[in-house]
């Protein structure tokens, strides 16, 4: 069964919270079975996590270069269409005119587009930046705990 990091992360905490806690003293005894194998769990879903925001990135990437593909070809499209214009005698300066309209309007999709793909990519980034975060204050958290009580020991 598969568990996602913030469910393995909740049972490690889980089991901390509820470990007996010695008699005059503020640690704990807790399964080392049930600990080691929360932490065997991570090391294996976290890899899982990496290349699901790997596979995030390339994606938001493929989406950024269809949209610049887009945007090229809409731009292509802009110049051949002014340049039709321009060679017709009665529209020159009509043409002229349109076609900077057409580019600037492709150059302002291409733009947005772009901005869009990138935001997608900073808000998928920044949400896995928290998760990560919170992984890390908890691993620190149970590193100093167990840091504790390992030089609080005779």
């Known amino acids: 069964m598969s568990r996602d990091l913030t469910t393995i992360l909740d049972a490690l905490k889980q089991a901390v919270e509820q470990a007996r806690s010695m008699p005059m003293s503020s640690s704990v005894l807790v399964s080392r079975a049930e600990v080691l194998d929360l932490i065997g769990q991570l090391r294996a879903t976290l890899p899982t996590e990496l290349a699901d925001a790997d596979e995030l990135l390339a ?86 705990k167990l840091a504790g009580r390992l030089g609080g020991s005779p």
């Open 59 to 144: 994606t938001a990437a493929e989406v950024q270069a269809r949209a610049h593909a887009e945007a090229e070809q809409v731009i292509a499209a802009a110049r051949r269409r002014a340049d039709e214009l321009v060679s017709a005698e009665q529209v020159v300066a009509a043409a002229g005119a349109r076609s900077a309209e057409i580019v600037a309007e492709a150059e302002r999709i291409a733009g947005q587009l772009r901005r869009e793909a990138d935001d997608y990519c900073d808000r998928r980034l920044a949400d896995f930046e928290i998760d990560l975060g919170r992984l890390l204050s908890q691993v620190q958290a149970g590193r100093a």
